[in-house]
């Protein structure tokens, strides 16, 4: 098997050919098995610095599957990895093993006793799904970590996952029951508490063998074993001393399980796991404390949390600097400032009676007050400003990662925890550490336990392995003088192993070894973690090692604002370009993603709709970047973006541009693709559909007169199957009908009132020719608003076109030429103050989006501060200077609205609420959905039909077919409508219909 370029060769039984074991596999399983070189690429990282590349990926159907693939793996002498959602931060789940990846469908609950409060899962499960499950019924799993959209229960499992509010819960430890178990040579074993394991049993025997162990270096246990309640390092042999300070179970009886948990799946192959439960608190209130230093904040956690709150969480200066510039994340965290705080702390209470959580908080505002810092406190007692705080509080990793240029905050030393009375010190001289080195590191997370997460700024391509080690020891130093834990969370994976000895002592380091061939005698289980573990710098393993690099490429947009450098110690950033050779810009946009699988989540927004239906690596926003990486750094093939690997990563991508919002690191695979696909066009050229799609503005003044054709073609099925099988459509699609130019209708002014001045209807090639009551309609409104509508219609050319339709086929060329036609046409309008107006989001968004990376420079900016979506221009007027038109109710009572993809991407749904709010009488519920699957051509395309329709199944067509046909649909997108005409049989329509119907 070919490795990629920068990994070691592999060693022994694993140097066979793959193929024996790859099809014995294959054969036997139920589920997906895959030894392709992209395949196994995607899952050679998780959220770490490192990359290995493993021998395989599995994914068990069913938990036959995942007993089968361990017994395989045995015979051939093959290691084993277990993975859940890949979202481990110091490469727990990469390496040289055939990965087993139980997230796609061992996620199921098994039982549920509501008066016991527990729950028996699959390892797959995610943490936010089992919440949802468990809401209903009053219950939660409460160790919420920040990665509880797209964490498994198994890896929190094998990690000893924390969370938040620990310091009231407890770690992953203290909430495990029971977990079941295959063990190297295949045993099926249930451990639990040991006083009720069956004598003789299996589990029984390893109980006893453990304690002689564990009893054998007791007293080195008891001085080594850091005393907080944040450690997680190494196996848990402590579970069996009764003077543990910090009991696993609340009446300090031994549990078999605990030793498994934090385990890393070295010891065994999670099955089921029964989790202990607690009730949900029915009342929540938030504290936001601002701090004008931020040794403050730490001095001063110790004596906020005699309170007794339920978390006590900060964020430093350079974190809300982040979220500030982040557009989702900006006006949630100015609502938690007071001034420009070096940190803020998020004090939570939490129970079951409001008035108790309400004195509380008041208490702590008099604490403050008694410290020094009468008013620092921002109280929100309210649900909804809580839950969009904690939303930035949990993105805290990513947003740290969103900062552009090689440099990036490494995870190696992020996880120390210390006694809180030590806290400030520690902190204070870490930062003397890190100025010492040059760089500088971001404090955020856990306060109240004492464990912040801070990652050193470094470049892991030039001189950063160096300082790591250095900054690591200096930090190892420090740790041990405050009596501490160097592993306080995220568990020990490459990034923290070898530091289990220097931790433990070389005595409880060989309890270790003994306990690890106590249940894998032969070492298969997820080796190299936990004992016997590579140096933490072995570039070897590094995703991105001094070795890297980035295959020569001329993109077709202008990625140089991604080449940029940064200095380390002042976070100010080189001039775009200077970096480098500013082609590298596309690369480290791509290398932005930093593998946390924020994509993975189900629960809200538009991310990532391909893998919502697939619950395939591949067809996520974190497979797709890693393959283009892989690509673009020459460890797939020579082809680079025009290569098969690519194009089968991104076929499912609809370029909804969810990404380009909730990636909190701003991946925008949608401008990836266009990339790609206009690479490969240069390669392989264009197919007639391509053409087709492409080159629609330009034959759609013909197609108008066409309509008649297209009716009879639709009324002879055998004739228009014979035409769209030619053409590669499905044939369950209606063709799309062009029936008018608006353009070039003889305009009448409905109203003479140009009080509000002129502004440019930008009527894009869809509301021109196939919809133009949308854009009648736009103008009569904004000439009852007191607007002078012009369109945009040059003197003897064609109508204007923002040229998507060229991007999404691969055109790019065309596509610029496109835009520059329009940018020359709009630009007189900007510079005497017209505001440009569009209908179609995909297309007017395009003004504000693409024309940015075509390299026109600051037209292009001024182009875009210009442009607004029909809706926004209309509530930004009416901001300015209510509207003083008369708006009638309709005739039905409830309307639903439907966002478009580029709409939610760019925060722009909230003004088509505003709009229809304004029509009396009018109930407006917006539709929670994904991408409805239309996506331009893509809901058209054959190959591409079905997997249309189920991303519209996943919530918007139940939404309307609940409906019962009473509402209003409304939808600004044409691929919106289309859809939503083919899988309902109902129409919806443009907002822009709706006011003026109001209008009367």
């Given at each position: 098997?070919?490795?990629?370029t ?7 039984a694993?140097n ?6 790859s ?14 070189q ?6 050679a990282t998780?959220?770490?610095i ?5 021998v ?6 069913h ?5 089968l ?19 481990s ?13 139980t997230s796609?469908w ?7 006793d509501?008066?016991?409060q527990?729950v028996?899962v699959?390892?797959?499960?995610v ?5 949802a ?5 009053g ?24 969370g938040s ?19 190297a ?12 394991l ?9 109980a006893?063998?453990?304690?002689a162990i564990?009893e ?13 309640l944040?450690?997680?390092g ?7 001393d009764?003077q543990?300070?910090?009991p ?10 605990h ?16 989790l202990?439960l607690s009730?949900?608190p ?6 936001v ?14 004596h ?5 709150p339920?978390?006590v969480?900060l964020v430093?200066?350079?974190m809300?600097?982040l979220a500030?510039?982040?557009?989702a ?22 129970g079951q009676?409001?008035t108790?959580q309400l ?7 008099t604490?403050?007050?008694?410290l020094?810092l ?12 809580q839950?969009?705080?904690w939303n930035v509080?949990?993105?805290g990793?990513?947003?740290m ?29 870490l ?21 912040l ?13 160096a300082?790591?080690r ?8 420090l740790?041990?003088?405050?009596k ?12 923290r192993?070898?530091?289990v000895p ?13 306990v ?16 016997d573990?590579?140096?933490?710098d072995?570039e ?16 077709v947009?202008?990625?140089s604002?991604?080449?940029v450098?940064?200095?380390p110690l002042t976070?100010?950033?080189t ?9 590298h ?5 791509v290398e ?7 994509c993975?989540k189900?629960?809200?927004?538009t ?8 619950r395939?690596e591949?067809?996520l ?5 890693n393959?283009?990486?892989?690509a ?10 025009a ?6 990563a991104l ?5 909804c ?10 991946v925008?695979?949608a401008?990836?693709?266009i990339?790609a696909?206009?690479a490969r066009?240069r390669?392989?050229?264009l197919?007639?559909?391509d ?7 330009r ?8 309509g ?16 769209k099988?030619?053409l590669?459509l499905?044939?369950e699609?209606s063709?799309p ?5 608006f353009?070039a ?20 090639t869809?509301?021109?020719y196939?919809?133009a ?11 009852a608003a ?22 999404s ?8 030429a ?7 046409y709009?630009?007189p309008?900007?510079?005497?103050g ?12 395009s003004?504000?989006?693409e024309?940015l ?17 029909f809706?926004?221009?209309l ?18 009572s ?10 939610k ?10 709009v229809?709010?304004w029509?009396?009488e009018?109930d ?25 329709i189920?991303?519209a ?5 139940p939404?309307i ?7 209003l ?7 919106c ?9 109902r ?5 822009a ?5 109001a209008?009367?």
């Amino acid at each position: 098997m070919t490795s990629l370029t920068h990994k070691p060769p592999r060693q022994g039984a694993n140097n066979a050919p793959a193929s024996e074991f790859s099809l014995r596999l294959e054969r036997e399983l139920a589920g997906r098995v895959h030894f392709d070189q992209a395949t196994r690429g995607r899952y050679a990282t998780d959220a770490s610095i490192y990359q290995i590349t493993p021998v395989g990926v599995v994914i068990p159907r069913h938990q036959e599957d995942l007993r089968l693939a361990l017994d395989i793996a045995r015979d051939a002498k093959v290691p084993v990895l277990a993975r859940g959602g890949g979202t481990s931060q110091c490469g727990q789940t990469v390496g040289d093993a055939l990965v087993l990846d139980t997230s796609r469908w061992l996620n199921q609950v098994v039982e549920f006793d509501v008066e016991a409060q527990t729950v028996v899962v699959e390892p797959g499960i995610v943490l936010d799904h089992l919440n949802a499950w468990l809401k209903p019924h009053g219950l939660w799993f409460p160790v919420d970590v920040s990665t509880s959209a797209q964490c498994t229960i198994g890896g929190m499992a094998g990690n000893n996952s924390c969370g938040s509010r620990s310091i009231y819960y407890g770690n992953m430890v203290h909430n495990v029951l029971e977990l079941e178990a295959i063990l190297a040579d295949g045993v099926e074993a249930r451990f639990g508490f040991v006083d009720r394991l069956a004598e003789g049993s299996r589990e029984w025997q390893l109980a006893q063998q453990v304690r002689a162990i564990a009893e054998g270096v007791a007293p080195e246990i008891r001085a080594h074993y850091p005393k907080v309640l944040r450690r997680v390092g190494g196996y848990n042999l402590d579970l069996f001393d009764c003077q543990n300070p910090l009991p696993y179970d609340a009446a300090g009886r031994p549990n078999l399980a605990h030793l498994l948990i934090g385990s890393e799946g070295t010891l065994g192959v999670s099955q089921r796991i029964t989790l202990k439960l607690s009730p949900l608190p029915e009342q929540k209130v938030l504290g936001v404390v601002n701090f004008p230093t931020f040794y403050q904040a730490m001095d001063l956690t110790q004596h906020i949390v005699t309170l007794g709150p339920m978390a006590v969480e900060l964020v430093d200066r350079t974190m809300i600097e982040l979220a500030l510039d982040n557009p989702a994340f900006r006006p949630v965290i100015e609502k938690a400032l007071i001034g420009r705080p070096e940190a803020i702390l998020l004090v939570e209470f939490a129970g079951q009676d409001r008035t108790a959580q309400l004195a509380a908080l008041a208490e702590l505002n008099t604490l403050m007050a008694d410290l020094g810092l009468p008013g620092s406190v921002v109280d929100m007692p309210e649900a909804g400003e809580q839950k969009a705080l904690w939303n930035v509080r949990k993105a805290g990793l990513n947003i740290m990662m969103s900062m552009k240029g090689d440099g990036k905050p490494v995870s190696f030393i992020e996880d120390c925890a210390v006694p809180l009375e030590h806290l400030a010190e520690y902190t204070a001289k870490l930062t003397e550490v890190f100025n010492h080195y040059g760089t500088e590191g971001t404090w955020y997370a856990h306060a109240g336990v004492g464990t912040l997460h801070v990652r050193p700024i470094l470049d892991m391509r030039r001189d950063g392995a160096a300082k790591m080690r250095e900054i690591a020891e200096k930090a190892s130093a420090l740790v041990r003088e405050y009596k501490g834990a160097y592993s306080g969370e995220h568990g020990d994976g490459l990034c923290r192993g070898e530091w289990v000895p220097w931790q433990f002592g070389e005595a409880v380091n060989d309890a270790f070894r003994q306990v690890k061939r106590l249940f894998d005698p032969a070492g298969l289980l997820n080796p190299g973690k936990i004992v016997d573990t590579p140096k933490m710098d072995d570039e070897r393993y590094f995703r991105f090692p001094t070795s890297y690099q980035r295959i020569p490429i001329t993109p077709v947009f202008d990625w140089s604002n991604w080449n940029v450098e940064r200095d380390p110690l002042t976070g100010a950033q080189t001039p775009p370009g200077s970096g480098g050779d500013v082609t590298h810009g596309l690369a480290m946009a791509v290398e932005m993603c930093n593998n946390n699988g924020h994509c993975r989540k189900f629960d809200a927004g538009t991310m990532c709709p391909s893998y919502r239906i697939t619950r395939d690596e591949q067809h996520l926003t974190r497979g797709r970047a890693n393959t283009l990486r892989l690509a673009l750094s020459g460890q797939l093939d020579d082809t680079g973006l025009a290569s098969d690997d690519i194009k089968a990563a991104l076929d499912l991508c609809v370029s909804c541009k969810g990404c380009r919002r909730e990636c909190p690191t701003g991946v925008d695979m949608a401008k990836f693709k266009i990339e790609a696909r206009a690479a490969r066009a240069r390669v392989k050229g264009l197919s007639l559909r391509d053409r087709m799609v492409g080159e629609m503005p330009r034959y759609a003044p013909f197609a108008r007169h066409l309509g008649a054709l297209v009716d009879g073609l639709e009324k002879l099925p055998p004739l228009s199957r014979v035409l769209k099988k030619a053409l590669k459509l499905a044939p369950e699609r209606s063709l799309p009908r062009f029936t008018g130019h608006f353009l070039a209708e003889r305009q009448s002014t409905s109203h003479q009132d140009t009080s509000r001045g002129e502004v440019l209807l930008f009527v894009d090639t869809f509301n021109n020719y196939m919809e133009a009551d949308n854009a009648r309609a736009a103008k009569r409104v904004l000439e009852a608003a007191g607007f002078r509508v012009v369109l945009n219609r040059p003197e003897g050319e064609r109508p204007l076109c923002c040229g998507r339709t060229y991007l999404s086929s691969g055109q790019f060329d065309k596509a610029r030429a496109e835009a520059e036609r329009s940018l020359h046409y709009l630009m007189p309008f900007v510079e005497r103050g017209v505001a440009i107006v569009g209908l179609e989001p995909s297309c007017l968004l395009s003004l504000r989006d693409e024309f940015l990376q075509y390299g026109f420079g600051e037209q292009a900016k001024r182009l875009a501060e210009s442009a607004y979506l029909f809706e926004e221009f209309l509530v930004a007027e009416h901001q300015r200077a209510p509207f003083t038109w008369q708006l009638n109710p309709l005739t039905v009572s409830r309307a639903l609205l439907h966002g478009h993809c580029h709409q939610k991407a760019f925060d722009a749904v909230k003004p088509v609420e505003t709009v229809l709010g304004w029509i009396p009488e009018l109930d407006v519920s917006l539709i929670d959905s994904s991408c409805c699957g239309m996506a331009g051509s893509f809901g058209y395309e054959a190959e591409h039909y079905d997997a249309s329709i189920q991303m519209a199944e996943l919530s918007l067509l139940p939404a309307i077919r609940a409906d019962n046909g009473q509402a209003l649909l409304v939808a600004d997108g044409t691929s919106c409508r289309h859809q939503i005409k083919d899988g309902s049989g109902r129409e919806a329509i443009h907002v822009a219909r709706v006011l003026a119907e109001a209008l009367g």
